[in-house]
């Protein structure tokens, strides 16, 4: 009873009571938000329902989440009652697909905001505002679709969460951006922002616009007080801003490094690391290859391979207490070539896959995922309990088995899997294989001469982790070596 009158109270003083909004949530469902991180977003959700005057002539609430599609869970016209609108968020469940942001704010303009969806006419001059939430990068384009959103007189306020580029959230939220685009470093942290969306949702009288306030960045209308932008410190003055490092500045819970950006910060680790999900901690990590050794290959492009796994191999802080490395070879069969922890330098690694001797029969990649999920990250063969998992698989073509099964299992056991094509490489099998997003877990290249530069781009995303990592490099040799590289953008073109 307590926290309910708590609430009441809230209400009565609160700016939003008997204020006219449409009002509609847009929620990133993908794969990338872990469950209990979805959770937080649904009490994000309802702390923001909480200070909102819920009614048929005051505010409507709808809500629609996103992966690969757009799913409406509750529209402007359904419900009337605030209870029972959080029941509604209460009761969603998690899509755990893609991110097509695009599509979805596509969707907001096309039909949530329309007038049989519950929207009011645009002759009554009801404000609508859409509310992004995401945590990654969108697999589909969002700069146009958010201007005629926006064109059509969509307020959008786009919140990041964890390593959302800030382009991205600049790109969806409307002007002026202080005041509608909000980053922060973790899903805990959103309840942090309630208060501002109170302020910037309810505002009644902008006294900011009443006279001259002198701030350099923001006033803040409700209280008519100075605020800098991220990044800056209010000086005594109360309306100048000096620039800070926010890595010396704040507690930025970064376990190896700290970067400063113009307006936040990232963390990095350091080489043969992983960033983990909470985008602060670096871990260790367990690394399997798996690499291809079919009859098309070709002994020659083998060798090619295997000086690959050397360069990532010198990469990385090889030891019992950082990166322990297993290989797979599989052709008509599977063989370990040695198991994660057998080495424990990467001297000792190199050596061994110096002396793996080439198979040069068929091609199951099925066989091979399976092995690598079922056995070389179990504890008999060395995996930690814990520790971030990595795989990276070698094949040159179409698969004589199915991937589809296997490729699911390892996904679910939570190892990312980064799909690299060579050639003749099937576009089908290498996005059941690869994570998502696609483009930061597939990568393709014409031919083996160019395989130091795909080493290049998963040194980089081995140690930007924010995932345990698995990584599948698919294959298929060309009769003419030494054309152009080419990155999963170019993949459909070239298939």
């Known amino acids: ?18 204020k006219p909004m449409d009002f509609v949530f847009i929620i990133d469902s993908s794969r990338s938000v872990r469950p209990r991180d979805y959770e937080k977003v649904k009490a994000f959700i309802e702390s923001v329902l909480q200070f909102l005057d819920v009614e048929h002539e005051a505010t409507r609430v709808g809500l629609l989440q996103y992966g690969s599609v757009v799913q409406n869970e509750f529209s402007l016209k359904t419900f009337q009652r605030k209870e029972d609108i959080q029941r509604a968020v209460r009761d969603m469940s998690h899509l755990a697909s893609g991110t097509m942001t695009g599509l979805a ?10 007038e049989a969806e519950g929207a009011r006419p645009a002759h009554a001059r009801v404000p609508r505002v859409a509310m992004v939430i995401t945590d990654g990068r969108p697999q589909d384009t969002v700069d146009e679709v958010a201007d005629r959103a926006r064109a059509a007189g969509i307020r959008i306020y786009a919140v990041g969460v964890g390593r959302v580029d800030m382009n991205t959230l600049r790109a969806i939220g409307s002007q002026p951006h202080t005041e509608h685009v909000y980053l922060v470093a973790n899903f805990s942290q ?23 306030h002198g701030c350099e960045h923001d006033c803040v209308s409700t209280s ?31 376990e190896h490094l700290c970067v400063g950006t113009h307006d936040s910060f990232v963390c990095r680790c350091f ?20 690499i291809d050794g079919s009859k098309s290959l070709g002994a020659a492009n083998f060798e090619l391979v ?58 199951m990649t099925g066989s091979a995922l399976r092995h690598m999920v079922e056995l070389s990250f179990s504890a008999r063969e060395g995996a930690r309990p814990g520790v971030s998992r990595v795989s990276i698989v070698f094949t040159d073509g179409r698969s004589q088995d199915d991937v589809s099964k296997w490729a699911a299992k390892a996904h679910a056991a939570g190892i990312t899997m980064y799909a690299v094509g060579v050639g003749k490489a099937i576009e089908g099998e290498l996005r059941e294989i690869a994570s998502e997003p696609d483009d ?47 990155t999963v953008g170019q993949l459909t073109v070239d298939l």
């Open 271 to 290: 080489e043969g690391y992983i960033l983990e999900e909470d985008g602060s901690a670096c871990g260790e990590m367990d690394l399997i290859f798996v």
């Open 105 to 114: 704010i596509q969707y907001a303009m096309d039909v949530a905001f329309t």
């Open 1 to 18: 009873f307590t926290h309910l009158y708590s609430w009441v109270i809230l209400l009565w003083k609160s700016p939003c009571r008997g």
């Open 224 to 254: 008519f007080i100075c605020r800098c932008r991220r990044g800056y410190a209010l000086n005594p003055d109360g309306k100048t801003c000096t620039s800070l490092d926010m890595c010396s500045t704040l507690d930025h819970g970064c």
């Open 190 to 212: 959103m309840e942090s922002l309630t208060a501002i969306f109170q302020a910037k949702l309810c505002a009644g009288i902008d006294y900011c616009d009443l006279g001259e």
């Open 306 to 363: 295997k000086r690959f796994v050397g360069a990532i191999v010198d990469f990385l802080d090889v030891s019992p207490l950082a990166t322990q490395v297993g290989l797979l070879q599989y052709s008509t069969k599977v063989r370990a070539e040695f198991t994660l922890g057998q080495f424990s330098s990467g001297l000792a690694v190199k050596e061994a896959v110096s002396r793996v001797q080439y198979m040069g029969r068929g091609s």
């Open 440 to 486: 930061m877990h597939l990568h393709y290249a014409k031919d083996f001469r160019r395989m130091d530069q795909v080493a290049d781009k998963l040194k980089s995303r081995i140690c930007a982790g924010g995932h345990h990592l698995g990584i599948i490099l698919i294959s298929s040799l060309l009769p003419v070596i030494g054309r152009t590289y080419h």
